[in-house]
């Protein structure tokens, strides 16, 4: 099984920056898609960023621009530069990633999630 652990998250002021890292371990598929949701206070989980074997990225509207995967082929680790952060990024931090297993079935693995709180 895959296990994720993220880290990086914590307290920091509008405008600030912060950079989260995923650490992912056990064995992963060369057909994956890592990346990050959060879960914003009375919000429902919305995906971030994710990034894709391959090379391929995505990012949500409302981080586009502000928001970025640097690590885009690393099978081992992820990571998300988060900048000019806003008191609305506020939020649990998912990491996840996606394997492709036989048959085309596909199994999701999350981390335990990363705290970032940004306010003045």
């Known amino acids: 099984q895959v296990q994720l652990v993220e880290s990086g998250g914590g307290l920091v002021q509008p405008g600030g920056s912060l950079r989260l890292s995923c650490a992912a371990s056990?064995?992963?598929?060369?057909?994956?898609?890592m990346g990050w949701y959060r879960q914003n206070p009375g919000k429902p989980r919305e995906l971030v960023a994710a990034?894709?074997?391959?090379?391929?990225?995505h990012y949500a509207d409302s981080v586009k621009g502000r928001f970025t995967v640097p690590s885009v082929g690393a099978k081992n680790t992820v990571y998300l530069h988060m900048t000019n952060l806003k008191p609305e990024d506020t939020a649990i931090y998912y990491c996840?990633?996606?394997?492709?297993?036989?048959?085309?079935?596909?199994?999701?693995?999350w981390g335990r999630g990363t705290q970032v709180t940004v306010s003045s």
């Open positions: 056990g064995s992963i598929s060369s057909t994956y898609t």
């Open positions: 990034a894709a074997s391959g090379g391929s990225t």
């Open positions: 996840f990633c996606t394997v492709v297993e036989t048959k085309g079935l596909s199994t999701t693995y």
